[in-house]
């Protein structure tokens, strides 16, 4: 026996770079071209040549694995379930591969699915598709399968659909990927912009992150620049924790992709058993196909402070890490950026269409060959019948006729194949036919096949049909949020104006103001969409950097950072302050103007006002401070903010009086004092407050009705009243109609409208002027129980 001597280190280092091949290119990193791994591309293909496949009959998942270890998959039988079963989770997959009927698993665990023999499964209806085209020589390279029986595809067609909206992972030797998931219709849109441009840059190409479990991404900027490049900082995902006010519930609704429901709440019970003061009383997991984990909160629990920390001590705030390492032409490891990921797929995408293509044309080619010999043959059918009849074998049979009729050997074949019913003349006509539509076919594709932009148009023409038939919306939020390092809540970086409905259940909700377009008097306006049957008690008009005083009903002044507050989401106030469940907000004022003013002022639904110095007011506590001292009974109606001594207030009431004021005639009192009667009321009550600065230009005093209409009076004729009085009447009121609320309005600024379910926003200048006397006109149609409950005016 020879022996032979090598240096170990160099036999290991051979060894090991062998092996660290192996793992790379057939194991843990997907192809850039169609975004698959080796081994996820041999399982499908498998069943593909099996038909277990999209429009043919489920299988037992054991018949998948037995086709993929049969031929090509060389990773064991568990392994190969697993990779066919994790294909199947709506929750691990974008866009699953596999239809799945059985137990596939759930949310609450990765290996809670049931054993091979159990479930069944095919390749999905968009698994199918990668496969679009493969039998056309579309794919010019193959692979010897393990024992060199078969072979199978180096990389899928995979036309108009590019699996990297799957993502991938996967840990190779000295290199890993991660890849995070996008939303098929905004890829196939970024396609299509590149096709239409390739110099388009990354912002026209950019697709921010879909998950498949949905969550919030809060760090879109960071993770745009990783995309760009390819590496850098993690996605910051949280999960969608929804507060249930009528329980006192914190409702776990959509997890940060890869977490799972029981990892979740065994970090719960151990930081419960650790720290049992963290406002949580207990917790149960009702995760069924979806995630559910419902959290109960002790009676003084702070939800959005419990969120807040839930999100830094547990995985509901999660991270996944982006690092687009493919293969480049399913040969060369290599970090792709966005923009050159995209361009990998467009190339294979054109190579592969242009190959198909060009097999229909040669097939078409092929077909008018064949045809036009049909033709002669049935010119000469006698002659053709003497010469086979006259020969003594099919070799001499074939070389007669194509030395008679110049045939070609494809020709002759298939004549001689043909039978003999085709021969007649009342065939010619349908051959001939036939011969015409494969000539405009030939005529089609070359077309195709030399003008770039028809060809062009054919690729975006499958990248539209893909996203219609499997595109869907989008299930993750993306946004940048600046974190505060003591608790983690967010602080808005865009500044928006926005306005800010709080509800008769202490919901509120805000939408940008821009948003809401300006109408013509009588529209119906935006729908705010509120749930529960919550209707709307109060409205705030500023920007999402301000801070706002809340006066409740109860005379509690509480503060509020509205940028807090998400946009277009309904929200309880219980997230943000510390107010109780009977304690309903009636007023809002925005603390960036508190500066300008000296004085506060509010009146009750009973008739009283009091005036108190606003530095009285300012306070950070968490439960509020008392602002003013009411009556058995008694409530809080309006507030107002005064800015110099020689304003002058005006009050309103439901049956359409008003008392005008001097500031001067009230006097200010300490912050909880009752304060004076401002206006006499019978069988009345108090619906708004206003404050007239005359240093500034106003149109009018506009007043409107629960049933929407609306009048302007003229500043003149509003007198001074006496303290106390019944004042004069400023709108007439119909019979079941009430005096809704008031406002005096400045020249060149909108309006806003807002009744219990719906905003509209009109022009200052629809606001007629009429007597005090009258009724006013329609400005905003109301539906069936619903009314106006405030008339403000934007910025």
Sequence with gaps: MSVYK????????????????????????????????????????????????????????????????????????????????????????????????????????????????????????????????????????????????????????????????????????????????????????????????????????????????????????????????????????????????????????????????????????????????????????????????????????????????????????????????MLDKGTTPKQFGWVEALNAYVDHFKIVSRNELVFDRDKAEQQLHIKKGYIVAIDNIDEIVKIIKGSDNQRQAKDKLITRFNFTEDQVEAILNLKLQRLVSLEKLKIVKEIEKLKELIKKINNILDDEKLFTNELIKELEFISKKYGDNRRTKNMTLEIILDDEEPKPIELKKIVVVVSNNGAIKAIESDKIATQHKGGLGKSLQLENNDYIVDTIYGSNDDSVMLISNKGVAHTLTLGKIPLNEQIYLHSFINIDIEENIKCVIPYNKLNEYKYVIIATRKGMIKKSLLTDYKSTRTKGLIGIKLKEGDSVASVQLIKNEDDSVFIASSKGFGVHLKSSDIRSTGRSTMGVIGIKLVNDYVVDLDVLDYNIDYHSLASITENGLAKGTVIGELSYNTRATKGNIIHKIKDGDKLSSIKLLQNKKDILIISNSSVIKIKHEDIRISGKNTIGTKLMKIKNNDKVIKLTQTY
Aim: hydrophobic share 35%.
């Design 6 to 325: 090598q240096n170990v280190k160099t036999v290991m280092e051979d060894s090991f770079l062998t092996y660290a091949g192996y793992v790379i290119l057939n194991r843990s990193v997907p192809d850039a071209r169609d975004g698959l791994k080796y081994s996820a591309r041999q399982l499908i293909y498998a069943q593909y040549k099996d038909k277990i496949i999209s429009g043919h009959p489920m299988k037992k998942a054991q018949r998948s694995v037995a086709a993929a270890t049969s031929r090509y998959y060389v990773h064991g039988d568990s392994s190969a379930y697993g990779t066919y079963v994790r294909m199947a989770k709506p929750f691990a997959f974008r866009y699953p591969l596999q239809d799945a009927q059985g137990n596939y698993g759930t949310p609450i665990d990765p290996k809670d699915h049931s054993a091979a023999r159990y479930l069944e499964i095919r390749a999905s209806a968009i698994a199918t598709h990668l496969f679009e085209g493969i039998n056309k020589n579309t794919i010019s390279q193959w692979k010897e399968n393990y024992d060199q029986t078969d072979e199978f595809p180096s990389v899928l067609p995979s036309k108009g659909f590019y699996n990297i909206v799957n993502g991938a992972s996967g840990i190779a030797v000295g290199m890993s990927t991660s890849i995070p998931q996008f939303n098929l219709k905004e890829v196939n849109t970024a396609l299509i912009k590149l096709l239409k441009n390739p110099n388009a840059n990354f912002d026209d190409l950019y697709c921010p992150i879909d998950f498949a479990t949905g969550g919030t991404i809060i760090n879109e900027d960071e993770v745009k620049l990783s995309l760009e490049s390819g590496r850098g900082k993690s996605a910051k995902i949280r999960a969608t924790i929804d507060y249930n006010i009528t329980k006192h519930q914190l409702i776990v609704s959509e997890m940060p992709y890869s977490v799972y429901t029981n990892t979740v709440c065994g970090q719960l019970q151990k930081l419960f058993d650790e720290i049992p003061t963290v406002g949580i009383k207990n917790f149960i997991d009702a995760t069924g196909e979806r995630p559910c984990i419902k959290i109960n909160l002790t009676p003084k629990a702070n939800p959005e402070r419990v969120k807040s920390w839930l999100y830094k001590n547990t995985s509901l705030g999660s991270f996944y890490s982006i690092n687009m390492t």
